[in-house]
């Protein structure tokens, strides 16, 4: 029989639920040596904070995060928080001995993140950062074929994220949904947000970033705050593009906005190599676009793989339903509470872990460097 561990969630919204859903239903398909119990919620309203817990299953609530932390019987904590209260809640778990499971991205800045990195590392409790598209089966598989040499060496790296919720100027800035257009609480806008995604899905697949050159834009400049009910200037990024150099030589293009009507999330990446390339949509997760040049003349083109099948070939599935039928973006994070309850088990690292995020904190931070100065920027 699996043992039981015990979590503790901070926060309760939209990445809130999808991560209590992961650790519902992980133990339903997935063979594992521990089970993850909702042990305690916990967020300063206290009102809201019981209706999550009942509605979700949660044992217990908190409306004091210190106090949670106090508690023998939570094992790992979630802090599923604004950016600017990461660090010193991940600091604390650290200190408290709690494994960590952070949202993305890891920090405010890069001197946020080596601070939390030091913390989990002098107390070695495990720790992963919420980059959840790594774990979708078509992306995963896509590593697999650039890691096995399919495409050869790599030219090309492009990838976006469009939205376009922001666009009205009479949507507010902060507060408790709202928060991420509040740069105090998030610490930018698109670059934390959406291309963080793009860049630590990059990184995994194509190595490291040397440097980069961005410009970013601010299409509306005042908003009225949540909180206060006045005007103020606003501080985050609505819209950012960036070209880099890849470590291994490639060239990278991204572009991230919350002004693309029309678009409500897509996330699409495309690699270029000397023998193949990868194309990939969040519109359609679960397809694998692939060109491969050694395939005869007549024959060929681009192909759609569909990545549903058993026996071990597609990453993930053989824990689901029969071959050909899909799975959801809701399942790349049950994927990964799976994998870091196997690490947890075998005592071994997951990625992303804080010391992985904090290397897509160090290119988000060169990013708005790069657009302030208008010059390229090193990301080391």
Same mark, same amino acid.
């Given at each position: 029989m699996a043992k039981p561990l015990n979590i503790g969630m901070i926060g309760y919204g939209f990445m809130g639920r999808a991560h209590t859903n992961a650790y519902k239903r992980v133990s339903d398909f997935f063979s594992l040596e521990y089970r993850p119990v909702l042990k305690a919620a916990c967020?300063?309203?206290?009102?809201?904070?019981? $209706?999550?817990? @009942?509605?979700?299953?949660?044992? =217990?609530?908190?409306?004091?995060?210190?106090?949670?932390? @106090?508690?023998?019987?939570?094992?790992?904590?979630?802090?599923?928080?604004?950016?600017?209260?990461?660090?010193?809640?991940?600091?604390?778990? $650290?200190?408290?001995?709690?494994?960590?499971?952070? !949202?993305?991205?890891?920090?405010?800045?890069?001197?946020?993140g080596e601070e939390m990195c030091a913390a989990? @590392?002098?107390?070695?409790?495990?720790?992963?950062?919420? &980059?959840?598209?790594? #774990?979708?089966? $078509?992306?995963?598989?896509?590593?697999?074929?650039?890691?096995?040499?399919?495409? +050869? #060496?790599?030219?090309?790296?492009?990838?976006?994220?469009? %939205?376009?919720?922001?666009?009205?100027?009479?949507?507010? %800035?902060?507060?408790?949904?709202?928060?991420?257009l509040d740069v105090d609480a998030a610490g930018s +806008?698109?670059? +934390?947000?959406?291309?963080?995604?793009?860049?630590?899905?990059?990184?995994?697949?194509? +190595?490291?970033? %040397?440097?980069?050159?961005?410009?970013?834009?601010?299409?509306?400049? @005042? #908003?009225?705050?949540?909180?206060?009910?006045?005007v103020q200037k606003v501080g985050i990024d609505d819209a950012c593009a960036f070209l880099c150099h890849f470590q291994n030589g490639s060239l990278g293009l991204f572009e991230s906005t919350r002004y693309a009507r029309g678009h409500k999330a897509l996330y699409t990446l495309e690699i270029n190599g000397e023998n193949a390339s990868i194309a990939w949509d969040l519109h359609?997760?679960?397809?694998? =676009?692939?060109?491969d040049h050694s395939d005869e003349g007549r024959l060929r083109g681009w192909r759609s793989i569909h990545v549903t099948d058993h026996g071990g070939d597609h990453p993930y599935m053989d824990k689901w339903w029969v071959p050909g039928l899909q799975?959801? &973006? !809701?399942?790349?994070?049950?994927h990964q509470v $799976?994998?870091?309850?196997?690490?947890?088990?075998?005592?071994?690292?997951v990625g992303p872990t804080f010391r992985d995020a904090l290397e897509t904190q160090k290119v988000c931070d060169a990013v708005l460097q790069s657009a302030h100065s208008r010059q390229w920027v090193d990301v080391n």
């Open positions: 967020a300063r309203d206290k009102e809201k904070v019981t $209706a999550f817990a @009942e509605n979700w299953g949660y044992e =217990s609530v908190e409306t004091d995060w210190r106090k949670l932390l @106090e508690r023998s019987d939570i094992d790992a904590v979630d802090i599923c928080v604004p950016n600017n209260l990461h660090k010193e809640m991940a600091i604390a778990a $650290a200190e408290a001995g709690k494994m960590i499971l952070c !949202e993305k991205p890891l920090a405010m800045n890069v001197a946020e989990v @590392e002098k107390a070695g409790v495990p720790n992963i950062v919420w &980059y959840n598209y790594r #774990r979708v089966p $078509a992306v995963t598989l896509a590593k697999r074929l650039i890691d096995e040499g399919k495409l +050869g #060496r790599i030219f090309h790296y492009r990838a976006n994220f469009l %939205q376009d919720w922001t666009i009205s100027a009479d949507v507010p %800035q902060g507060g408790a949904a709202l928060w991420r +806008g698109v670059t +934390g947000d959406l291309l963080a995604h793009c860049i630590d899905t990059a990184i995994w697949l194509n +190595g490291g970033i %040397q440097d980069v050159n961005a410009m970013t834009e601010t299409f509306v400049k @005042e #908003r009225v705050h949540a909180l206060t009910g006045k359609d997760l679960h397809r694998l =676009s692939y060109f799975i959801g &973006y !809701e399942h790349s994070f049950v $799976a994998d870091f309850l196997e690490g947890v088990a075998k005592g071994t690292p």
